[in-house]
């Protein structure tokens, strides 16, 4: 990795000095299901020697670089290593009712990871914490699903990274499957994507002030199947 980077919008700077990463990683998982409510609850520890990252240079480094050292616009960032814990925890509980002609499902997760190298500075580009609203309904042929995503803004930045603001995602999936003969099947689906149409940025993204996530999508799909 040594050179430039047009997707990352940077020039990448490697190193064949540096060693091998080692982790040792623990993970706790707890599962329940009875009478149609399910939930998981998972923890988990990784400590890493070693640990491998992009960090880019600060605005000074850029500033005094002469003007034919610019790299056309893109950043300068070197890949370097220390020792990083990452610690973090997923949950999802939910319930499903079985109605007169189909089943509904109701459930809610959560997800959150943080990374500190040993000296207790953040690491670069860690994503934020995440809860996850979602309704879904199955009948014969007919699913329906509508999930709301909400991300935390991220403000635990490492040196020379810029905070994100959190946003929603609001997301829906409508489609009927119609069986035309045994063996064939046509699929109609509806679907609409970031719906509340939010200005959206991937904090773990190399681009994330270049480049939002998608905007609002709306579409329609067909499939047939034999």
Known sequence: MNGPHLAT????????????????????????E????FA???????????????????????????????????????????????DGYEIELGKTFDLARGALTL?????SVSGKFTNGNAIP???????????????DGLKFALSLKDVSAQNDI???ETATDG?????????????TSPGHSLTLSLFGKNLLDEV???????????????????GVKASYSF
């Open 107 to 111: 459930s809610y997760g959560r997800d």
């Open 125 to 139: 580009r860690i994503s934020p914490e995440r809860d996850l609203y979602r309704v879904s309904y199955v009948e």
């Open 167 to 179: 946003f929603k995602l609001l997301n829906l999936n409508l489609s009927k499957t119609i069986e």
């Open 200 to 218: 959206a940025r991937n904090h773990s993204s190399f681009v994330k002030n270049e480049v939002p996530m998608s905007g609002r999508n709306l």
């Open 40 to 86: 998981t609850l998972t923890f988990f520890q990784n400590n890493v020697d070693n640990y491998i990252y992009l960090m880019d240079e600060t605005e000074e480094e850029h500033d005094e670089h002469d003007e034919e050292e610019h790299h056309e616009g893109l950043i300068l960032a070197n890949y370097l290593q220390q020792d990083a814990e990452f």
């Open 9 to 32: 919008g940077r020039v990448e700077v490697g190193n064949f000095n540096l060693a091998s990463e080692k982790s040792n990683n623990i993970d706790l998982t707890f599962d329940y």
């Open 34 to 37: 009875n009478d149609g409510f």
């Open 158 to 160: 490492a040196e020379n």
